[in-house]
């Protein structure tokens, strides 16, 4: 049986999809990928693909998706809300398919930020062509989901995926997002109550 504090946390959170808002539970989505059964996410506290987020951000993600279609653009939330128990099951699968140092890069165990239903993981939308919007290229490797891998490039494609990703952390932090610890370009906590922690390229620790 769930805890009060669990039903209280619950209520708390809502869908993106209720507020037209674009989103997909990136865990449910490649289950298979990272070897999690249906039954094991359920149990987790993940039943499909649909995304949560706690109440008190659906506004401002409205407002960063407002901004985003002046240009053609939706935002696209990969992640919000992650129950501990999930975090767990993943990351003990993440740490058998690449290793405990390379999951470490990315993974944050000690604060687990997606469970508080305050951090998204986001990306950018085409409404025009109706499909995703890849801010890297894959081949980079891990490096290149951290901020500023191809700020010194002077290729035109790097330049490119710099210029979007500055866009997509500007606009967040507009609205009260800060990057997360890892500063990974796409991970953000709502957290208005501290200053910035990107602004045009450069980098504040």
Request: glycine share 6%.
């Amino acid at each position: 049986m769930l805890s009060w504090l669990m039903v209280y946390s619950m209520k708390d959170l809502v869908y993106l999809d209720e507020y037209n808002l674009m989103g997909i539970n990136y865990y449910w989505n490649r289950r298979n990928l990272f070897g999690l059964s249906e039954e094991k996410l359920i149990e987790a506290g993940v039943d499909s693909d649909r995304v949560q987020v706690h109440r008190d951000i659906i506004d401002k993600l409205i407002s960063v998706n407002k901004i985003f279609q002046e240009k053609g653009y939706i935002l696209f939330d990969k992640e919000g809300y992650r129950p501990k128990k999930l975090y767990e099951y993943m990351y003990q699968e993440r740490v058998k398919k690449f290793g405990k140092k390379e999951t470490d890069r990315l993974v944050n165990m000690e604060i687990m930020p997606h469970a508080s239903g305050k951090s998204v993981d986001v990306t950018l939308w085409d409404k025009k062509e109706d499909k995703e919007i890849f801010l890297r290229n894959k081949n980079d490797g891990t490096d290149a989901l951290f901020v500023d891998f191809y700020k010194d490039k002077e290729d035109s494609k790097s330049k490119w995926y710099q210029e979007m990703q500055e866009y997509v952390i500007n606009t967040m932090q507009d609205h009260g997002f800060r990057l997360g610890k890892r500063r990974e370009y796409f991970h953000f906590d709502y957290k208005s109550d501290i200053p910035k922690n990107y602004e045009n390229g450069f980098r504040q620790n």
